[in-house]
Each structure stands twice: as C-alpha cells, then as structure tokens.
C-alpha cells in the first residue's frame, strides 16, 4: 500500500510546548441550532478549523490552542452535545450519526462549513464522520478514537456503559465523588499519560463536578458504535492525517498505524513523549502541524478584514 509522506515537524514534537504556552481563555457564547443549544468558541478569519474534543471534555481544553490558530484561520470550537454547557441530545440519540448530523447542522446555520476540522479521540470520529459528507474537508485526527472495541474490552465495556449511561443516580455519584476526593481527577488525567497543568486541572475538577456533563458523557458511550464508519475510512484517503502521542495510554499509537494501513494515501506523524491530551501539553506544536496541513492542502492565508486593509 503507497502512502503519502507523513508531515515534517521536526523540534515541535517534544514537550517544549509547555513553556510559556498562552493563558486560558473563555469566550464562549451560547447559540441555538436544532433543538439544541450549543456553547462555542470562536476567534480568527481565514480558512476556518473546527475543533471538536473528545468524550468527557470540553471545548476549553482547547483554549490554549485557539490562539495560536486565530493569527491565520477562523476557529470554531463548540461544547459537544451533553458536554460543558452545550444541551444533550434527546435518549437513544447519542450515537456517532446523531452528533456528526448535529454538527453539520450547526455549522450550517451558522455559514461555516470547515476546511480542516480537528478531532480529538472520540471528535476525530465525528470529524471523519463529518468529512464524508463534505469532499473538501481534511481531518486531523489527533490520537483519535476510530478504531472498534474488539473481544474482552467490548464484550464488558459496552453493556456496562449502556447500564451506566441510563442511570441518573450514576452521574450524580460520579460527581459527589469528584466534590469528595481532590486527587480523583489529577489521578485520571495521569492515566491519560499526559502532564497537565493547574489550569486544565481545574477545568477537568469543575466539569467531572457536574452531574449533567457526567451523564452526557455516560450517554456518548453508551451509544458508541464505529463498525460503521471504519470501512468507510478509505473514502477519505489523502484528506485524513493521524496524530499520535506516543506516550498515550488511552489510545495506543498503534491504532493510527492500524487506520493508516487501512487508508491508501492517509498521512501518520507520530509526537514522541507526548500522552493522549497533546494538544494541552504542547499547543503550539499541535498548531504547526494544522498550518502545515492548511499549507498542504492550498488552504490560503488569512486576508485582513476591509476595515483593516486600508493604509
């Protein structure tokens, strides 16, 4: 199988990042489309990139990030459905078609079909989701979720999450939990094999403190099913890249070569030492590589405003 050259960032895949990375920021406003409301985030012109977090996230970890993609691109970040302040999707409505139709109706309403969209784990699923209804999208799928549970993982994992995700009284536990323990949330992030800082500490403390964002996110898995989308993936063939931190103990970096095999003409660029929240650790990093992308594609640079264009 041939496969285009995987993306040269050289130094920038390294934790360096972290040093003197832009404050957190939060500017999100609360819009309607559908019958849901939605929280987002934006900020930029020119190419627009769409970013969508992964399940029991938020649109702010990508707070760091936005700023130094709003220098060249118009950025979208929403809360996905039943996360942070953006409303659930009705029950038996949290699969992967729901929250791909959801967010190409809200990107429609609001005239900013993406050029890039930019996933995060279970975002990259709906990222590719999303780009096989629109042939000009590319993904970026960092450490993305796309490949199916298989044998013991999905013979438990998903009657469990089914079990859990209907139950209210789960998500109210869950987060009493989090009020009662202080080291419950930095101990979870550990395990995601990413350092994190105070900051995106207390962005996770103050979401997984919330019953309405536990259960939306017990509902996401609950209704997780990718044997769908996989043999479609090839569709998408140059458009996609993959991303994986090789310290990730949530997504093998194996599962991007597994996707990369599958995808003639998919690109592959591995982060050395990076976990599964890269784009927290080394935002400017991440930043490079969607330029690159952009750069790849004959995405062309931002043109200034008319207001900012005279002399």
Known sequence: ????????????????????SPPLVNNGQL??????????????YGPRVLLLH???????????????LADRFQVLAPDLPGHGATSALPPGRSGLDEFAAALNR?????????DIIVGHSAGAAIAARMALEDPRVAVLALNGALRPLSGWTAATFVPLARLLGTNALV??????????????VPRLLAATGSRIDAGMLALYAGLLRRPEHVAGTLRMLAHWDLRALVPRLDALGPRLTLVAGAADRIIAPQDALWVHQRVPGSRLLCLPALGHLAHEETPAAIAN????????????GHAKPDAEAAP
């Open 1 to 20: 199988m041939t496969s285009a050259p995987a993306l040269d960032i050289g130094a920038t895949c390294s934790r360096d990042g972290i040093v003197g």
């Open 31 to 44: 819009i309607a489309s559908g019958a849901l409301r939605w929280q987002v985030r934006s900020a930029g």
């Open 54 to 68: 992964g399940t029991g996230s938020a649109a702010e970890s990508w707070a760091r990030l936005i700023p130094l």
């Open 106 to 114: 809200l990107v429609a309403d609001r005239d900013e079909r993406p």
């Open 171 to 184: 998500a109210r536990l869950a987060a009493r939990m989090v009020v009662a323990d202080p080291q419950a």
């Open 289 to 300: 590589i969607v330029a690159q992308l952009a750069q790849d594609r004959g995405l062309p």
